[in-house]
């Protein structure tokens, strides 16, 4: 298994992203977890992990402005960066 952070699992993540970005602008909407469409109903559910991983400080900030430059409204309040001291 390939841990978190790696090449590996970077590749995944900006496939994903390009898949949601695809389908937003085929659609012009954003994906639906309640559609019938399994593969649609896996990519709502992506975005919807990876919004909660930004709302617990999870990902790079990169990645969440990433996702915001694609999803409208991924993050409306954003936290702050959290000091490391």
């Given amino acids: 298994m390939t841990p978190l952070g790696t090449d590996s699992s970077d590749s995944l993540w900006h496939s994903r992203l390009l898949d949601l970005t695809l389908f937003i602008s085929h659609?012009?909407?954003?994906?639906?977890?309640?559609?019938?469409?399994?593969?649609?109903?896996?990519?709502?559910?992506?975005?919807?992990?990876?919004?909660?991983?930004?709302?617990?400080?999870?990902?790079?900030?990169?990645?969440?402005?990433?996702?915001e430059a694609v999803v409208p409204d991924f993050l409306i309040h954003r936290a702050p960066p959290q000091d490391p001291r």
């Fill in 27 to 67: 659609h012009r909407r954003v994906p639906s977890g309640l559609s019938e469409d399994p593969a649609e109903r896996r990519l709502s559910r992506w975005v919807d992990i990876r919004r909660r991983h930004a709302i617990h400080g999870t990902p790079s900030l990169v990645k969440v402005d990433s996702m």
